[in-house]
């Protein structure tokens, strides 16, 4: 069965500053992979998702993330954050196109002035 | 854009008492999902449901729990006897056929008192 960890329950860095939030996966074959965003109060929003073919994936709000088979990884990167990035992020993993997603734990995210 | 609607955003309920969450699937999906979110945990799959029938389900998908998509546009979650640990957020979501489009529903707020 597949799991997700990300091992970062909080974060925080500084407004304008670059951001890497880390996923490790476990699946034996190749994983369907997403990130999501959670503002508070609110509902699971899809930042991106890799199915196959180029490694680094380009989402919504100047996300990206890079999946690495070698390490079972899919990292969430952002350039430079604002503070409106605030939120707890989500990575997850699906067998395949047919099969419920599962979820980490998630990690939030502060943003300091 | 499409989105997933759920109604009520926020139900109170007595201990024992039954409830359904109401959810409106994107029209031309095929592929619907009830997940919950116990507050500061992770996001938990319930149960998967194509073709007018339970796919798979979760071990928290108890005989308490059932799902009905009674007229082909809605798909509901009905909890027949409520417990103080169903409170939770719980989300429905959708996706279609093709490219694996999944998207969520910004949730109800479930709290059993």
């Known amino acids: 069965a597949q799991s997700v960890t990300q091992p970062d329950i909080h974060i925080t860095v500084s407004e304008g500053a670059s951001l890497e939030l880390r996923c490790n996966y476990s699946y034996g074959a190749t994983p369907y992979l997403f990130w999501y965003v959670q503002s508070p109060g609110q509902g699971l929003q899809l930042l991106l998702k890799y199915f196959s073919g180029d490694t680094l994936v380009q989402g919504i709000k100047g996300f990206e993330a890079e999946f690495k088979r070698s390490q079972s990884s899919f990292n969430l990167r952002k350039p430079s954050v604002h503070w409106s990035d605030a939120a707890e992020y989500f990575c997850?993993?699906?067998?395949?196109?047919?099969?419920?997603?599962?979820f980490g734990k998630g990690t939030r995210l502060h943003i300091l002035p | 854009e499409p989105e997933v609607t759920q109604t009520p955003s926020h139900q109170v309920t007595q201990m024992g008492q039954e409830v359904i969450l109401r959810c409106v699937p994107i029209?031309?999906?095929?592929?619907f999902y009830w997940y919950r979110q116990i507050l500061g945990q992770k996001v938990e799959f319930l149960v998967s449901?194509?073709?007018?029938?339970?796919?798979?389900k979760s071990e928290i998908f108890d005989d308490q729990f059932s799902v009905e998509r009674p007229d082909g546009s809605n798909f509901t979650l009905k909890i027949r006897s409520t417990k103080l640990e169903d409170s939770a957020m719980y989300f429905c979501?959708?996706?279609?056929?093709?490219?694996?489009?999944?998207?969520f529903g910004s949730g109800t707020r479930l709290t059993v008192v």
């Open positions: 029209s031309n999906h095929l592929y």
């Open positions: 997850a993993v699906g067998a395949n196109r047919d099969d419920k997603i599962i």
């Open positions: 979501a959708s996706r279609d056929r093709i490219g694996y489009g999944y998207t």
């Open positions: 449901f194509y073709n007018n029938e339970i796919s798979e």
